[in-house]
């Protein structure tokens, strides 16, 4: 595609629900990012794939939280047992690799946990 | 640890007014630094990356500078438009390590015609 797309846009659930969070790569980029955008903590970065690989999940803020990459593509990044503290908007970004000086951001998925 | 501040939070000018948004950090030992604009519901649009070598960078009405060793940036929009209108945010990359951003809590601008 065109860029950096996210599903779904948006996502109400309830507390203890668990929740999928897809996104979906500019093609032939190698790296791609988890970040999470709330009010009263700004944008922080989660997460981050080179290949089908996350060298270090320290970003991720609990052990409910897990990303995953399949195919050098498409990342998910699951919830578990969600929290109202985990409402935010999650965005995806990637890029050509690494060192690339540039991120595509994709639109985010706005999360709301009820 | 690296913190990145912008002053001001929010910023309300009428049309046509030239405009400077600042942009601090702690660490001087940055790769580079980019400002984003962000559109309610979209996602993040980069307007302008600094080199850390580099002192400014231009594209249109859009000029930033950076000053490494004060850890500052600043954003200058010329003849304001109300399509200017959205969030700004610098984020930095550190020199070393796993370059991830670090993004300042941005500046709401809203410009009126």
């Known amino acids: 595609g065109a860029g950096v797309s996210q599903s779904p846009s948006n996502k109400v659930t309830e507390k203890g629900k668990d929740v999928e969070l897809r996104c979906d790569p500019i093609s032939g980029h190698t790296a791609l990012y988890w970040y999470r955008q709330s009010l009263g903590q700004g944008l922080e970065f989660l997460i981050y794939?080179?290949?089908?690989?996350?060298?270090?999940k320290s970003g991720l803020p609990s052990d409910r939280f897990s990303a995953e990459r399949t195919g050098g593509s498409v990342s998910t990044l699951t919830i578990q047992r969600t929290q109202q503290e985990d409402s935010a908007v999650y965005l995806c970004?990637?890029?050509?690799?690494?060192?690339?000086?540039?991120?595509?951001f994709g639109p985010g998925t706005r999360l709301t946990v009820l | 640890k690296q913190e990145v501040t912008q002053i001001p939070a929010a910023l309300s000018v009428p049309e046509g007014e030239n405009l400077v948004l600042n942009c601090s950090f702690t660490d001087s030992a940055i790769y580079n630094l980019q400002w984003f604009r962000q559109d309610p519901g979209k996602g993040l649009t980069s307007l302008l990356l600094?080199?850390?070598?580099?002192r400014e960078q231009t594209s249109g009405r859009l000029n930033a500078s950076l000053d490494k060793s004060s850890g500052r940036s600043t954003l200058y929009i010329a003849a304001s438009q109300p399509g200017d209108s959205a969030t700004y945010l610098c984020?930095?990359?550190?020199?070393?390590?796993?370059?991830?951003?670090?993004f300042g809590t941005g500046t709401r601008l809203l410009v009126s015609p």
């Open positions: 794939f080179q290949g089908n690989s996350a060298p270090d």
């Open positions: 970004a990637s890029s050509l690799g690494l060192q690339a000086d540039t991120q595509y």
């Open positions: 600094i080199q850390s070598s580099q």
């Open positions: 984020a930095v990359r550190r020199a070393t390590g796993f370059q991830k951003l670090v």
